[in-house]
């Protein structure tokens, strides 16, 4: 029996086990709009912008491991959508993206609601489709699922004209797929697993650094299991958190322009050093001159060969999946004669705990105002460290990325790579639709909060019961920081003026509102919010409007040359 | 350094656009870039003329290994590798230049493919240095116009670039 185009596709969502499509209706996909109607296993959410789509559909991912789904219509539905493909793809998040397009017969005509989608989204997607033919839609969708799961994962947009929506064509849903120019690399080289070992087992100073990629690749056991066999130190990357138990004694805590004293210093003074699932970016490790300028033996493990000798030039690289790589490991280390040199381990110990004991967190606790990093505190002792924590951008994710200390994976959602603001409202969404019943809290501050905050009115459609964490210090805090370390205390254009009253402003989306003043009141608020399981409780804590995130790399210096409080 | 790379890819829409939009979005330089499709009329071969670092040819075959459309990338640079590039040059033939012209095309081992009372349009191929020797050659008020496609390179002997 021959189906339309539309139906197709939504056959094929119900074949990949699509549980929720994030998305927008317009005139471009009013067809597959009008499928996803009659049907009821593909659910749809509806949000109030296109970026919200696609945000939700990337926290649904990032906190799961299936691939999210988005669904917009042709021309400004792609555009607003652009942002969250960039999101995803920057933090390789797998993600199918459906687009409207105009109908073939007016693709490159300048039709009402046309944009060159295939064109746009280029440089910001693992890979994407325009299909022309309705007998293509099967296929180029197994793809799209395909590559935007496999290997190092992305988002993948497939773009179908209106017309090819109502064409029709049989439907076979192929059971599996191979591509002769796409054949993602899984076991890593027996020989240089060898010498990885070879190389750990002679180590005076190691450190284990881990990025996203450990997270994406489900390797989280393996990790623990081989940082303990070692007995050497973890640090994680902003992405990497919660791959390794942060309340774990190796972990020395994220590393990076905010990450901690003992990590950054190890990391620089270490001299075998083995990179999992990371990729030595500009935020991780500074200067490179400077991290260049101490001498070290570098193993770098990752799924792409392009990330591989990027910034950093790798003395023994490991190309595979992480966690096929780290089961060889362990493996080998199982049977190996040899044990790490443990004097040498001690000393590096001894060295490491004087970095550690530096306490480079330390701030006013008696303060009258209420500090940020003692909501972020109060919050991961209420949740018990249990919750799901999405975030936006600026000070209040670092204080989050510090504070809350997080021992499992996919825990920790934020935008790292981009760097998006307004990602973590519609990403909690995302992540509460996956996790029904779970705790979830987005901490955010009022700059990034009004980016998206339009989606507060999506979770009272869904009612989503998510806790927003909002740090209000009246200004873009970390643009403010900047401004005040390196622009000589003027802060230009970073003072938000006329801020809306968050609690009237939940409470028109129907929503519960708090405003906490008070250091006393946090942990009260924060307890009574959460009891709430039902509702979606907006806390608007004023905070400190002079506090910075420290310690700091400053830009252009290196990991050791923090700036500390 | 100067590199040539040859690329197998998939011969879809959009893919040429793919690997140019690459190179600009990485800042990486082309100095010349062909493609056509191939004996199997699935696949396409791109030659790519780069200059840059070590470092950076790494990266660009890297990068354009992972484009999902890409099938195989070598650096001829790498090996042993003939290249040629066409040219065709327009130039003006009257009085003695007209002697002079045909006397230069047979020189360069050029061969005039079209001939007016005014003109001749001379087709000529080699590397890229013979071309700009054959440009150099002539007076450059007699050049009328060029134009060159770039180089396209192949591996010598039993270097096979195929699936």
Redesign the interface.
């Known amino acids: 029996m021959e189906l339309t185009g539309a139906e197709i596709v939504v056959r094929c969502l119900q074949e990949e086990g699509v549980e929720y499509v994030f998305g927008y209706p317009g005139g471009a996909v009013l067809f597959i709009y009008d499928e996803l109607f009659k049907q009821d296993r593909v659910k749809h959410v509806l949000v109030r912008h296109e970026q919200g789509a696609v945000h939700a559909a990337d926290g649904y991912a990032r906190s799961t491991d299936k691939v999210g789904v988005s669904l917009v219509t042709s021309g400004p539905g792609v555009t607003n959508a652009v942002t969250g493909i960039a999101t995803a793809y920057m933090d390789s998040i797998p993600h199918v993206v459906i687009t409207g397009q105009v109908p073939t017969h007016a693709i490159g005509l300048d039709a009402f609601q046309e944009c060159d989608t295939v064109g746009i989204t280029r440089p910001c997607v693992k890979h994407n489709f325009l299909v022309k033919d309705v007998k293509d839609i099967a296929l180029t969708m197994k793809k799209a699922f395909y590559i935007a799961a496999t290997g190092r994962p992305g988002p993948v947009v497939v773009d179908i004209p209106k017309d090819v929506t109502n064409a029709k064509a049989e439907f076979n849903y192929p059971a599996s797929i191979e591509m002769r120019s796409y054949n993602p690399v899984v076991k890593g080289h027996p020989g240089q697993i060898k010498k990885a070992i070879q190389a750990l087992m002679k180590a005076k100073r190691p450190m284990i650094y881990t990025g996203g990629g450990v997270v994406l690749g489900g390797a989280a056991e393996e990790l623990a299991r081989l940082v303990r066999l070692l007995g050497f130190p973890c640090t994680n990357t902003l992405m990497g958190l919660g791959a390794f138990p942060a309340t774990d004694r190796q972990f020395l805590g994220m590393l990076g322009m905010h990450g901690t004293y003992e990590a950054n210093m190890a990391m620089q003074h270490c001299d075998v050093l083995l990179a999992i699932g990371a990729r030595f970016d500009d935020r991780v490790i500074g200067n490179p001159k400077h991290f260049f300028a101490e001498p070290r033996t570098i193993i770098h493990v990752d799924i792409d060969p392009s990330s591989i000798s990027k910034r950093v030039k790798v003395d023994i690289p490991i190309v595979g999946n992480v966690r096929d790589v780290l089961r060889d490991l362990i493996r080998h280390l199982d049977a190996a004669k040899e044990q790490p040199d443990r004097e040498a381990l001690k000393t590096w110990w001894t060295q490491i705990e004087l970095w550690r004991s530096r306490d480079c967190l330390k701030y006013d606790r008696a303060s009258a105002i209420i500090k940020p990093q003692y909501v972020i505190e109060k919050l991961y002792e209420v949740t018990k460290g249990e919750a799901f924590v999405t975030s936006d951008v600026g000070q209040h994710q670092m204080w989050a990325a510090q504070f809350y200390k997080f021992d499992k994976p996919r825990r920790w959602i934020n935008s790292g790579g981009l760097g998006t603001m307004g990602f973590g409202l519609p990403a909690a969404m995302g992540v509460q639709l996956a996790h029904p019943g779970a705790a979830v809290a987005c901490v955010t501050g009022e700059a990034s909060v009004q980016m998206c905050i339009q989606e507060l009115s999506t979770c009272k459609q869904y009612r989503l019961p998510i806790k927003v964490v909002n740090l209000n210090n009246k200004y873009m805090g970390m643009v403010r920081q900047w401004q005040e370390f390196f622009h000589g205390n003027r802060y230009a254009e970073s003072y938000m003026d006329a801020l809306p009253d968050f609690v009237k402003l939940a409470e028109s989306y129907g929503h519960t509102g708090m405003k906490i003043e008070k250091p006393a009141d946090v942990e009260p608020a924060l307890k009574e919010a959460f009891a709430r399981k039902d509702e979606l409780v907006f806390m608007d804590f004023i905070t400190d409007q002079t506090e910075n995130v420290f310690p700091m790399v400053p830009g252009g210096k290196g990991l050791s040359e923090m700036i500390l409080v | 350094m100067r590199h040539i790379i040859s690329v197998l890819?998939?011969n879809e829409?959009?893919a040429l656009?793919?690997v140019a939009?690459l190179f600009s979005?990485r800042g990486y330089n082309i100095e010349s870039l062909t493609v056509a499709p191939t004996e199997d009329s699935t696949l396409s071969r791109m030659t790519v003329v780069t200059v840059g670092s070590d470092?950076v040819i790494?990266?660009i075959t890297?990068?354009l290994?992972?484009l999902?459309?890409?099938?195989k990338v070598i650096d001829l640079s790498d090996g042993d590798h003939i290249e040629r590039e066409l040219m065709l040059v327009k130039v003006r033939a009257v009085g003695k230049d007209r002697e002079e012209m045909k006397r230069m095309a047979d020189i360069f081992r050029g061969r005039i493919i079209d001939v007016t009372d005014k003109d001749y349009t001379i087709e000529l191929t080699g590397t890229g240095s013979k071309l700009d020797a054959f440009l150099k050659a002539l007076d450059r008020g007699a050049i009328l116009e060029t134009v060159r496609t770039g180089a396209s390179g192949i591996g010598r002997g039993e270097r096979v670039l195929r699936?």
């Open positions: 890819l998939e829409a959009g656009s793919r939009g979005a470092e790494e990266q890297k990068q290994n992972k999902i459309d890409v099938v699936v």
